[in-house]
């Protein structure tokens, strides 16, 4: 490595870390709930086979999204440093700088300019538009995918002269596709760069670049056929798009304002949102003067790119590649899940990023200085934004508060504001808030259904039980999004006694959620109480599996075999509630009443003198003494250690002097002993 190489990588360094350093400190915010802090394919060495064959956020969210390599590297954070949010910062940080670098090289490759190639790098580094993709960890797919498309970039450059670079090349190209669906782009770019590079010597080339062309398409056909047998869908499922039910010509014009909207914020970074809805972005059918503009824009910018192909190489190709990146998250070709969003800009920004290096560039070669002075101003100011954005990343409350201020009328962030206030106690300010969701947008289903959780957490069943029916009536039957609701409304009907409704909501509320043994435990007792045993075993069963020391559900199960005349078998599951759950009192207690009822008196003596040594150091120390000291004396005297029974009878009425049990067993056993 060079002097100026070394600058330059130092530079790069610096730069990033001044811009990201102080989210460093930060949390799990957003997605990270489902890709990180919930998903347990990560977790575990055994599991991570199975990251190539499950979905993105995990099978129970089928959200159309295939990133297991992207889910790879958290897995390597999570071994290294568990659920501590710093490392997976750091990670996105370092990955940042790499792509940085990455860029440097090819710059300088193409121009053989070390100016414009550091003009470019800095630039890059430090554009605020990138906070999204670097300082929330879920963005890691966005700098994952540029990193390793960035790789097979610069080793297809590199195989032009020694062909043993050309299978990493796509080695890489693949890595990127599995890291996000968005990397299949690189097809487009590779194009493009030889096609501004070199434009009149392009057709005669034509054959032999097809041939380098034809193994990205069939690598890309490749990761498809493997997309579509993992998630069987090659989009995003009717349940996730954003643009469900919307015709063509509303996605269409809509999604020309949206463009407008990233030209501006590439340009000037400002007000950045995490989050963008039809109230940032209209809604719009019609050819108003707000899309005529944004469609004239956005044709007279495609068309300068392809008029300058002739004639100013680099301005084309950088106008062009943000058109070619972004085709596929523009949903005018492929509706996804959302409607816009500021980290898809991550690679496409590379566009602007050589654009403003160009005129640096050419206003260095008349002053140097001032090149120097613009560069500074750019770079100042872009690690000002990026800190002051930093600190909206750092835990959900800031995410959702910066959103609210930027987007008062998002009602997505009312919503998750409102359920902050409600966790918080404050249920006024929480209703307030989900009316004016309701009120800005009284034909979505969530602020009902936020509106509907506040109420039910106040105890106000019949208003609750209103709106959870309002939202149910305007979400989609498979919606994953209503597990919630379904789950309250399982409860409130449980509290009332109605067992057929209360088991019907839940077992909706189970499809729609993530597996989770306490829903089943939650279930089971339902069922018994409803006199379904059988179907409540089930249950048990399954939380069981889901959770196997899961102490609660193995004597709950204990209890139900003893109802179904399974005596054996509720011995086995009351020892594995004790062995789960060793400090529990009372599983021994359960257990230790289980081995009498089997004639095991001895054992069951154990059992007992377990819980009351656990007992005796309690808070409050009495809880349950009373009983144990009756069940003790009880598996004495079945062992015929009469005075020992007595003084364990005597000892529960000291605790208890109207322990009717205990007075009943100690006159019986005084009775018997008489004769």
């Keep these: 490595m060079s002097i100026n ?6 530079l790069i360094f610096v730069l990033a870390f001044l811009c990201f350093w102080n989210v460093l400190g930060g949390d799990f915010v957003v997605d990270d709930r489902f890709t990180i802090v919930e998903h347990e394919l990560i977790k575990s060495f055994s599991t991570l086979p199975k990251l190539f064959i499950s979905n993105y956020w995990g099978d129970h969210y089928p959200n159309g999204l295939y990133r297991p390599l992207t889910s790879l590297t958290y897995a390597f954070n999570y071994f290294l440093n568990g659920l501590n949010p710093w490392g997976y910062h750091l990670v996105n940080i370092l990955l940042h700088i790499a792509n940085s670098l990455m860029i440097y090289w090819l710059v300088n490759h193409y121009s053989q300019i ?13 554009h605020p538009i990138h906070t999204e993709a670097v300082s929330n960890i879920s963005g890691r797919a966005e ?12 080793s297809y450059l590199l195989s032009k002269e020694n062909s043993r670079y050309y299978p990493f090349s796509l080695a890489f190209y693949f890595l990127s596709l599995i890291a996000k669906e968005s990397g299949i782009t690189l097809i487009g770019v590779l194009i493009l760069s030889d096609l501004c590079k070199d434009w009149k010597n392009w057709i005669l080339q034509i054959k032999s670049l097809l041939k380098a062309y034809s193994g990205y398409l069939a690598l890309a056909l490749i990761y498809l056929l493997i997309r579509f047998l993992v998630l069987n869908n090659l989009g995003v499922p009717e349940t996730w798009l954003y643009w469900r039910n919307i015709d063509f010509t509303t996605r269409f014009f809509t999604m020309s304002l949206a463009f407008t909207k990233y030209f501006q914020l590439l340009i000037l970074p400002i007000n950045l949102a995490g989050d963008y809805d039809f109230s940032q972005i209209p809604k719009t059918s019609s050819l108003n003067l707000s899309v005529v503009f944004s469609l004239s824009l956005i044709a007279s910018i495609f068309c300068l790119g392809c008029w300058l192909i002739k004639r100013e190489r680099f301005s084309a190709f950088a106008i062009l590649f943000f058109f070619v990146t972004m085709s596929l998250v523009s949903n005018i070709f492929i509706p996804t899940g959302i409607l816009m969003a500021e980290r898809l800009l991550y690679f496409p920004s590379i566009s602007i990023c050589l654009l403003i290096a160009l005129a640096l560039y050419s206003i260095s070669n008349y002053n140097k200085y001032l090149s120097i002075i613009l560069c500074l101003i750019f770079v100042i100011s872009s690690i000002a934004i990026c800190y002051k954005r930093n600190i909206d990343w750092l835990n959900s409350r800031n995410y959702i508060e910066s959103l609210v201020r930027v987007a008062p009328s998002n009602t997505k962030a009312i919503g998750a504001r409102a359920l902050i206030y409600a966790g918080e106690g404050n249920f006024l300010l929480a209703e307030k808030e989900l009316k004016r969701a309701i009120d800005i947008a009284p034909s979505q289903a969530t602020p009902k259904g ?7 957490l106040q105890g106000r069943y019949d208003e609750a039980l209103d709106l959870f029916n309002q939202a149910i009536k305007i979400f989609p039957k498979e919606d994953p999004a209503q597990s919630y609701i379904y789950l309250n409304l399982a409860r409130i009907y449980h509290k009332r006694k109605d067992y057929p409704q209360s088991i019907k909501s839940f077992r909706r509320a189970i499809e729609l959620s993530l597996p989770d043994a306490l829903l089943n435990q939650e279930l089971a007792v339902i069922l018994a109480e409803s006199g379904n045993l059988n179907e409540a075993k089930t249950q048990l069963e399954k939380a069981i599996e889901l ?8 004597y709950n199960l204990a209890i139900i075999l003893t109802s179904l005349n399974k005596p054996q078998e509720a011995l086995k599951y009351f020892y594995l509630a004790t062995l789960s759950e060793p400090n529990n009192i009372i599983t021994y207690n359960f257990y230790g009443k289980a081995l009498l009822n089997e004639g095991q008196f001895q054992e069951a003596a154990n059992e007992f003198l ?8 309690s808070e409050p120390k009495n809880i349950l003494l009373a009983e144990l000291y009756n069940n003790l004396g009880v598996a004495y ?10 003084q364990e009878f005597e000892k529960a009425l000291e605790v208890d002097q109207n ?8 006159a019986s056993l005084k009775e018997r002993l008489k004769n």
């Design 450 to 456: 936020m509106l509907g959780n506040v109420y039910y």
């Design 610 to 617: 377990k819980a009351i040594n656990l007992a005796k150091t």
């Design 114 to 126: 070390n100016k414009l190639a550091l003009f470019t790098a800095i630039i890059f580094t430090v």
């Design 637 to 646: 005297s079945q062992l015929q250690r009469y005075n020992e029974a007595l």
């Design 143 to 154: 700098l994952l995918t540029a990193n390793f498309a960035l790789l097979s970039w610069i």
């Design 547 to 554: 959770k196997p020391n899961f102490a609660e559900a193995q």
């Design 5 to 10: 190489n070394r600058f330059v990588t130092l």
């Design 659 to 666: 322990y009717i049990n205990a007075s009943k067993n100690l």
